[in-house]
């Protein structure tokens, strides 16, 4: 598989090569021969958006129009049928779950292991007992992230062992395991936290050690994230339209790194170069570097900040083509929601040569105010997304009622977007959501989560601190499989 990739990408490489080579004899002409070229190039299967070779030529020499890489009449229809066709292969076969999940040492739960069914599972009890730490399992199995801290000390069961002796010995860790059932096949996800004792009782937490497995062999989070797709939605979520810009951003890389490997790697080397030119900037406002130190950092944060970019224009074009009617239908409202991406690069296209284009041309303009502050302020770690309800912006002027359901729209359009982007049905996780739901708007989420193919039924982890017999009035929750959960301790009810 890697050498024929090599190999596609050598040959686009001479096709370019060969083109570029044929311009020399043109001076005049140079953009016209470079359209001619990316066109026959786009034409080809082998052909890569992101060659890095042939967008920096594009980007840099020919000046080329954004127009170029729109997609030729009758792609988007071709492409919509292939969806479809892929769809319908979908749907003969049995939809992607979670089929069995251990945790040893994480939060309160000393010792699990659960078996679960595809379909919905109704996990209840009083609060304080667990029910929001295992839905944090699975999206922590899932992204290596936790929905609610980013201290992994706190994800370690702190209480005494039962064995002072072997509490002396052994360091404090907690283990995660599950095994997804997918139509390719069964996969096995690990993840450790190891902690190192500190203080003279050992009490105290110091420093944690992350492992990672896939199938038994070590990893990196690349390898994981995206093995276990889940959409995970909780009453703190709300934040996503009254919160800062900083939330929002982490919703779009977490679940854009679910549907796509690519796009974390382009997050882990952005982050990576953004720090380094920052520190280059300072050096250059200190007078100890030359501004010319600050050109290899500046490429290559365009060249990852691009592919960012591209993937989040895209994801967030696609949710706001189908939230409108999830609103409406959740809200029982007329009114149109929309979400909007605010890039401080470029606000509308999705082709990556423009956008290449348009991040030089924004960092040659603000160049002089990088060095004055010594950050960069252009790319994606600074932009943001709107919610928009009829035209008013909903992160400023929304009700608190306003900005959940918009919220909650959105993470059911997540939803169907990622199962478009992946070909699986994700995992959904909702914490404590329905409580809060008018029986109407309980009936909409439950129907559109549980069976959103009429032949699927994907599986669903649902919380709740409402007594059972209150479920028992609506079908779905009745065939659930139910759980009870006291004091770290799942038992089927």
């Known amino acids: 598989m890697w050498s024929t990739a090599r190999s596609r990408s050598r040959s686009t490489a001479h096709l370019v090569s060969g083109w570029r080579q044929a311009s020399l004899g043109h ?41 170029i890489c729109h997609p030729e009449p009758g792609t988007r229809n ?30 309160n739960f000393r010792a699990l292991r659960l078996e679960p069914q595809p379909g919905l599972l109704l996990f209840s009890g009083p609060n304080g007992q667990g029910k929001t730490n295992l839905l944090e399992a699975v999206y922590v199995l899932a992204t290596t992230r936790s929905p609610r801290t980013s201290v992994e000390r706190e994800l370690l069961c702190w209480r005494p062992a039962e064995d002072a002796d072997l509490a002396a010995v ?25 902690a190192e004792r500190a203080g003279n009782n050992g009490a105290t937490p110091g420093a944690v050690t992350r492992g990672i497995k896939v199938n038994g062999l070590a990893t990196r989070a690349t390898g994981l994230v995206g093995q276990l797709p889940v959409v995970y939605f909780s009453p703190g979520d709300v934040d996503l339209a009254g919160g800062p810009p900083a939330g929002r951003r982490q919703y779009l890389n977490l679940a854009n ?3 796509s490997p690519s796009h974390l790697r382009a997050l882990q080397r952005y982050n990576r170069v953004l720090l380094q030119r920052n520190q280059v900037l300072r050096l250059v406002r200190e007078r100890r570097q030359s501004s010319s130190a600050l050109e290899p950092w500046t490429e290559q944060m365009v060249e990852w900040g691009a592919q960012i970019l591209r993937q989040r224009l895209a994801m967030v074009s696609d949710v706001d083509r189908r939230i409108a009617g999830i609103f409406r239908d959740l809200a029982g409202t007329s009114e149109t929601l ?6 401080t690069v470029c ?125 028992q009035t609506h079908d779905l929750l009745r065939a659930a499989q139910r759980y009870l959960i006291d004091a770290g301790r799942v038992r089927t009810a």
């Open 27 to 67: 001076r005049g002409d140079t953009s016209s021969v470079a359209r001619c070229a990316l066109r026959v190039a786009r034409r080809r299967k082998d052909f890569n958006l992101g060659d890095t070779e042939a967008w920096r030529w594009r980007g840099r020499s020919t000046g080329i129009s954004r127009r």
């Open 257 to 259: 790194s679910q549907a």
């Open 338 to 343: 929309r979400v909007v991406y605010r890039s």
């Open 78 to 107: 071709a492409e919509r049928g292939t969806r479809n066709a892929q769809r319908a292969t979908r749907n003969a076969q049995p939809p992607m779950w979670l089929s069995q999940l251990t945790l040893v040492n994480f939060r």
């Open 347 to 471: 606000d509308t296209s999705t082709d990556t040569v423009a956008l290449i284009e348009s991040f030089r041309e924004r960092q040659a303009t603000m160049g002089a105010r990088e060095v004055d502050q010594a950050v960069s302020l252009v790319g994606p770690h600074r932009d943001d997304f709107t919610f928009y309800l009829d035209g008013v912006d909903l992160n400023t002027y929304g009700s608190r009622g306003q900005q959940r359901l918009a919220v909650l729209a959105l993470k059911l359009a997540e939803a169907d977007w990622m199962r478009d982007e992946i070909g699986e049905l994700p995992v959904v996780l909702l914490d404590d959501v329905l409580s809060e739901l008018d029986p109407q708007r309980r009936e909409y989420v439950l129907r559109r989560v549980a069976q959103p193919e009429a032949s699927q039924q994907r599986q669903v982890w649902i919380t709740s601190t409402e007594a059972n017999e209150h479920w």
């Open 170 to 194: 052994v360091p404090p860790f907690a283990r995660l395991e599950s095994r997804v059932r997918r139509r390719d096949g069964e996969v096995h996800l690990e993840l450790t936290f190891e």
